[in-house]
């Protein structure tokens, strides 16, 4: 049975392509545009990682990471994702981010990380 991940971003281009990455390597992917989005529907269904963008609108990737922790599960690893600067990175790995990775990266770099999380 395949892992089941969880996309949280809200640029439409850079969310298809994390899935179509991510459905290349066998996973099963789902996707929601923002936090508010994202934290609903892992209360509806279950994930074996979460993939979020930090910079997102409605509800933004720290929120999203903090509730999650909160909600959902303290044990589901979530990667971060963000083109944002060190200190922000260090703050959602504070909310309780798993492993962050700076953009722009190569899909080579997240797919590496998430078959060592989910290996």
């Known amino acids: 049975m395949s892992k089941k991940i969880l996309i949280v971003d ?3 281009d ?34 074996d ?4 963008d930090i910079d997102m609108p409605v509800m933004n990737g720290l929120e999203f990471v903090r509730r999650f922790r909160e909600d ?13 600067d060190r200190d922000t ?3 959602a790995l504070q ?11 190569e899909p080579f770099v997240l797919i590496e990380r998430v078959n060592k999380l989910l290996g």
């Open 89 to 91: 990175m260090d703050k």
């Open 10 to 12: 809200d640029s439409d």
């Open 95 to 105: 909310a309780g981010a798993t492993e962050t990775i700076s953009k722009p990266f």
């Open 72 to 84: 959902v599960s303290r044990e589901i690893p979530v990667i971060t994702l963000s083109a944002e």
């Open 49 to 52: 990682l979460v993939v979020s």
């Open 14 to 47: 850079f969310r298809s392509l994390l899935k179509m990455t991510l459905e290349i390597e066998g996973y099963d992917v789902a996707d929601e545009c923002n936090g508010k989005e994202g934290l609903a529907a892992a209360k509806r269904s279950e994930y």
